[in-house]
């Protein structure tokens, strides 16, 4: 089953690759340093036309193929670090406004400009993201924070600018977001995740299913 609603927010920044920068990681650099572009982009499935990522299997893809985060995290980690946080530090394609995008549910789409994505998984800090911020236990306060931002897949091709309208078109009913998913699904959302898939009520991202089925795994469940 499926939920459909249409509420606004913004889309306030653009962000592609500014540049490529060394980075002592396994691939010797690293496409993380975006920056806002006042240009229409296009998005095509495998992400912002003209954008690169240095390790597609973590940061691109087509299940990863648009990081968002929002504006008001943001402005949170600023008011936390004492700094400015400006669309693309977190190496984000999209800065929104009014939306919630660590709270949107798996399988939440949004439509941007002529462009249709849905949410896929959270964002993973790692040891280049650490580099980038320059933050003591950056890995570590960011998990614990669990502000994560959404990957985003394209569901249909299209074309967005800063300003445009972000539209929530269409939530499933399982009702767990990309937050739960980061902090670790339930043994029971994880079941009814499964179950939806299995019922073709939703799709999954394979990170997704290998996710849900370590919880119910018989390992994974304590030992009485």
Same mark, same amino acid.
């Given at each position: 089953?499926?939920?459909?609603? +249409?509420?606004?927010?913004?889309?306030?920044?653009?962000?592609?690759?500014?540049?490529? =920068?060394?980075?002592?990681?396994?691939?010797?650099?690293?496409?993380?340093?975006?920056?806002?572009?006042? !240009? +229409?982009?296009?998005?095509?499935?495998?992400g912002l036309y003209a954008d690169v990522q240095a390790d597609r299997e973590h940061?691109?893809?087509?299940?990863?193929?648009?990081?968002?985060?929002?504006?008001?995290? !943001?402005?949170?980690?600023?008011?936390?670090?004492? @700094?400015?946080?400006?669309?693309?530090?977190?190496?984000?394609?999209?800065?929104?406004?009014?939306? $919630?995008?660590?709270?949107?549910?798996?399988?939440?789409?949004?439509?941007?400009?002529? !462009? =249709?994505?849905?949410?896929?998984?959270?964002?993973?800090?790692? $040891?280049?993201?650490?580099?980038?911020?320059?933050?003591?236990?950056?890995?570590? @306060?960011? +998990?614990?924070?669990?502000?994560?931002?959404?990957?985003?897949?394209?569901? #249909?091709?299209?074309?967005?600018?800063?300003?445009?309208?972000?539209?929530?078109?269409?939530?499933?009913?399982?009702?767990?977001?990309?937050?739960?998913?980061?902090?670790?699904?339930?043994?029971?959302?994880?079941?009814?995740?499964?179950?939806? #898939?299995?019922? #073709?009520?939703?799709?999954?991202?394979?990170?997704?299913? @290998?996710?849900?089925?370590?919880?119910?795994?018989?390992?994974?469940?304590?030992?009485?």
């Amino acid at each position: 089953m499926t939920a459909s609603i +249409t509420r606004g927010g913004t889309l306030e920044a653009v962000c592609r690759v500014h540049q490529l =920068l060394p980075d002592p990681g396994v691939f010797g650099v690293t496409a993380i340093d975006k920056r806002p572009t006042d !240009a +229409t982009v296009k998005v095509t499935p495998w992400g912002l036309y003209a954008d690169v990522q240095a390790d597609r299997e973590h940061h691109g893809g087509r299940e990863q193929a648009v990081y968002a985060y929002s504006q008001e995290e !943001a402005d949170a980690w600023s008011q936390r670090l004492g @700094r400015d946080i400006p669309p693309g530090l977190f190496g984000e394609n999209l800065r929104v406004s009014g939306v $919630a995008v660590t709270d949107a549910l798996i399988g939440e789409q949004w439509k941007i400009g002529s !462009a =249709l994505l849905e949410a896929t998984i959270p964002r993973q800090p790692c $040891a280049i993201f650490a580099r980038r911020m320059g933050e003591q236990s950056w890995v570590r @306060r960011f +998990t614990e924070q669990a502000d994560t931002g959404a990957y985003f897949r394209v569901l #249909r091709k299209g074309a967005v600018t800063a300003g445009d309208a972000v539209e929530v078109v269409h939530r499933p009913s399982h009702g767990i977001s990309i937050r739960d998913l980061f902090v670790g699904p339930t043994p029971e959302q994880a079941r009814t995740l499964l179950a939806g #898939r299995e019922a #073709r009520d939703w799709e999954l991202t394979p990170k997704v299913v @290998r996710e849900v089925e370590r919880v119910l795994a018989p390992s994974s469940r304590p030992s009485s």
